[in-house]
């Protein structure tokens, strides 16, 4: 779990960001999961955008990754989500570890 100050790091890092994933009509599936696994161990912080014709809402977004990930949802604004994880290789860590220096 992130303290305040941990996620208001974030946020900042995350603002010049453009998202990487949408969701769109098809919705949540487990590749979708995989592939967001997959860019945060390269990049610990990510946007995602929900698209317009999507049957699924932010809330929603939210409630599937804590059910099946370790993913913290750092920011929403509108159908912007900005996802965190720790990245699992040490080369990897460039975010994690100013966040744990917090």
Do not use: C
């Amino acid at each position: 779990m992130l303290k305040g100050k941990q996620k208001r790091y974030l946020r900042s890092q995350a603002h010049h960001l453009r998202p990487m994933f949408q969701i769109g009509k098809d919705g949540l599936s487990a590749t979708w999961l995989e592939q967001v696994e997959y860019a945060l161990e390269k990049h610990e912080l990510i946007k995602v955008n929900i698209l317009q014709n999507s049957l699924v809402e932010a809330a929603e977004v939210k409630e599937y990754l804590s059910e099946n990930s370790d993913i913290e949802v750092v920011q929403t604004i509108g159908n912007v989500l900005v996802l965190y994880r720790r990245a699992h290789k040490v080369a990897h860590r460039k975010i994690s570890n100013e966040v744990a220096a917090l």
